[in-house]
């Protein structure tokens, strides 16, 4: 009896043991719960966001500097030239610790009027304001996101807290968390049926960043007329907001100049695979560039423009397939909208490590999902591709051909968390009436890839044919531009480092810079001598010696200094509210007086001399194009007519005159007969040739061209073109 008894009580007491150690295990998890989000809280209030507060650092500046040219008047149709933008930054007193170099490439114009409240301020005024801005919208996000998936308060926070892109997001000044705010508003109200408003929100958000429009694909599929009309209405508000207050001309520019190369990944290095994208993948594995990528597995551009397509369509074709028409079923659209939002990420061309603070929405959602359902592999499986995509220190890669592949583990737990989301999607996918309407979207989305297809084949025409004449460099020089042929044989150009720009050369050693204290922007040569643009509150012009040494201030509040070759004359522009006028001065000991060549009519670019001392010079006209013009001595202007033209360079012997022209969105290399009028046009490719210099034989020429690189991130070129 009393084994018996025993034996009678034994399941009991190993029911009592095991509930013991799940309550146990409770307690560990929240513990450990709890040690990570104190250690994500003491990690972000005691080092990120000091750090954030304290120093400028990019992107805040790009958008800053931008709005604060708007507010006071300048002309802003040029920002998306590197050198452009850089000496209205310098003007503005923003030092280089502070931050080295700014540009807008690929931001939309609309995204710099967001913060043109804030350019009241001094720049890191105005940057703390909008970390504040930021914290506060960090509250509003984690009061959404409860109300929508009801997931507990800690769980929520943790989510958020471990989410190192959105501490990035502050430190860089980015609007990321502003836009998921915008989204998981625009669900919110979705649920709530109020899909016309929630359609204007995300029309609004892809005014700020292009890729939240594509949610009219997944509206499309839902055959939601009232949020694919609000979408339209919110994106055309967005528009007209944005070229009332910039003008047409630089929304010209973005959409055919800069968006192209954004949609290709080209905006930027698109060899870098800290980007964590196919396009940064496939560029490193299928095209040679001989400075940033000069051991590809094979050079095939074509199969990079059918790969990179094909790719992007089937990571994004699912997420649209698996959408139903149904807006009932809550949960199902919220691992809708998370399914898409993360195939979005994953088809990005150059998603930046910030990008990723937008996968606080589907990480939210889905965890929610797990939990209710009670599939623990499965929500451990999500916590570990989250933290994958969102480490902030993975090593960068310097590996070349094949082993590339291994290298992007960013790259591999995205596409893995969109896998899951779509297996997820999918496992509660109801079988209803939708298969019929398939066949139309696949005959849509095979015609967008055939587009797609075509455009990348189009662009890649000559892109790579004149690699042989590249002028070689170092890889860490970004850009080099504004070559000048000098006396000695040597060739002159400007380069953009990661800290600032600075004069360099290219002599029968090889490449080398002159180090400045100071932004070097533009420089020439005429004789013997060179003059260099240095760059701050008030540019300056300064005689160099010959190692680029300053010797004499010049002229003073000038910028982009143009020598004739006989050394007797200067030519410069001086600027009022980014518009140029064109100015003249001779060289010598005696006189110091300086002729204003230009009206206030013309806004001038770029000048070249002509051997008997007039001037032709590229300006816009009454807020025109630009074109070409040529002063006379006496002061008299003519018109060229070649309207679409910049970048004028004349021949020593004033024989000719070469030239850039704008064509469907790039500028390629023409030559013209000073004599006979007669043109004829040097390039061919899809990308921009600009900035030609003669050598003294009047027959080679020097330019930057982009062909195969990021937009306006030149190399050099020396290339003969005439007999």
């Known amino acids: 009896m ?140 984690a009061v959404l996101l409860h109300s929508l998936t009801q997931v507990p308060w800690r769980h929520i926070a943790l989510i958020i807290c471990v989410n190192f892109p959105l501490l990035r997001n502050l430190e860089y000044g980015q609007y990321y968390l502003l836009l998921l705010l915008v989204i998981i508003a625009a669900l919110w109200l979705y649920l709530k049926d109020r899909c016309f408003f929630a359609g204007i929100l995300i029309g609004v958000a892809g005014g700020l960043k292009l890729f939240p429009a594509l949610f009219v694909f997944y509206f499309a599929r839902k055959r939601d007329l009232r949020s694919i009309g609000g979408i339209a209405t919110g994106s055309l508000a967005s528009i007209a907001a944005s070229v009332w207050a910039f003008g047409l001309a630089l929304h010209r520019t973005y959409l055919m100049q800069v968006l192209p190369w954004a949609l290709r990944g080209e905006a930027n290095d698109p060899y870098n695979l800290g980007s964590g994208s196919l396009s940064s993948l496939l560029h490193r594995l299928l095209i040679r560039e001989p400075e940033w990528n000069p051991h590809p597995v094979t050079h095939a551009p074509a199969a990079f423009a059918v790969l990179h397509s094909l790719l992007q369509m089937l990571l994004l074709a699912p997420a649209i397939y698996l959408v139903t028409r149904s807006r009932q079923d809550s949960q199902r659209v919220q691992l809708e909208w998370s399914t898409f939002l993360v195939a979005l990420l994953a088809v990005s061309t150059l998603p930046a490590f910030y990008h990723f603070t937008l996968l606080i929405l589907p990480v939210c959602i889905l965890a929610a999902a797990f939990l209710q359902e009670r599939q623990h592999v499965r929500l451990a499986l999500l916590l570990i591709l989250y933290f994958g995509v969102c480490f902030p220190n993975w090593p960068r890669s310097t590996a070349s051909s094949w082993w590339v592949l291994l290298t992007v583990p960013r790259l591999t737990c995205l596409l893995l968390l969109c896998a899951l989301c779509y297996q997820t999607l999918a496992s509660s996918h109801s079988a209803e009436a939708e298969r019929r309407r398939r066949w139309i979207w696949a005959i849509a989305l095979s015609g967008v890839l055939g587009v797609q297809i075509a455009a990348t084949l189009y662009h890649q025409r000559g892109a790579y044919e004149d690699r042989a004449s590249r002028l070689s460099t170092s890889p860490e020089l970004l ?245």
Not at 99 to 115: C, D, E, K, R, Y
Not at 677 to 691: E, K, M, Q, V
């Open 2 to 141: 009393p084994r018996l008894s025993v034996l009678a009580r034994s399941p009991a007491i190993a029911l009592r043991r095991m509930a013991a150690c799940r309550l146990s295990l409770k307690q560990i998890i929240l513990t450990g719960e709890w040690v990570i989000l104190l250690a994500a809280v003491a990690y972000a209030g005691g080092r990120a966001v000091p750090s954030a507060w304290r120093h400028l650092n990019t992107d805040f500046p790009n958008y800053y500097v931008t709005a604060h040219l708007l507010r006071e008047g300048y002309r802003t149709d040029r920002i998306y030239e590197w050198i452009w933008i850089q000496r209205q930054k310098d003007r503005m007193g923003i030092a280089p610790g502070d931050q080295p170099v700014v540009g807008f490439i690929p931001h939309t114009p609309f995204s710099a009027l967001l913060m043109w409240p804030l350019t009241y301020w001094q720049p890191l005024t105005a940057k703390r304001i909008w970390i504040v801005c930021n914290l506060l919208m960090v509250l509003a996000v």
């Open 479 to 723: 850009l080099k531009t504004d070559p000048i042929a000098r006396a000695d044989g040597e060739v002159g150009f400007i380069a953009m480092r990661s800290d600032g720009y600075v004069a360099g050369s290219i002599g029968s050693s090889g490449a080398y810079l002159h180090p400045s204290a100071t932004d070097q922007l533009s420089q020439t040569a005429g004789g013997q001598t060179n003059w260099i643009e240095q760059a701050g509150v008030q540019q300056q012009i300064v005689r160099a010696g010959r190692n680029q040494e300053a010797i004499r201030v010049e002229v003073v509040d000038a910028e982009y200094p143009v020598a004739s070759p006989d050394g007797k004359w200067l030519a410069f522009l001086r600027s009022s509210k980014g518009r140029s006028a064109l100015w003249v001065r001779a060289l010598n000991e005696t006189s110091l007086a300086e002729t204003l060549m230009t009206p206030p009519s013309f806004d001038v670019e770029e000048m070249t001399f002509l051997p008997d001392g007039s001037l032709i010079f590229a300006a816009a006209y009454d807020r025109g194009p630009s074109a070409l013009y040529r002063v006379a001595n006496d002061g008299s202007i003519q018109a060229l007519n070649l309207v679409g033209t910049r970048y004028p360079a004349a021949s020593p012997n004033g024989q000719w005159l070469a030239y850039s022209q704008l064509y469907r969105g790039v500028w390629n290399l023409w030559v013209r007969n000073t004599l006979t009028g007669d043109t004829r046009r040097l390039t061919y490719a899809d990308c921009n040739d600009i900035s030609p210099a003669w050598e003294a034989d009047s027959k080679t020429i020097i330019y930057a061209s982009d062909c195969g690189r990021a937009l306006w991130s030149t190399a050099l070129y020396r290339k003969r073109v005439l007999p």
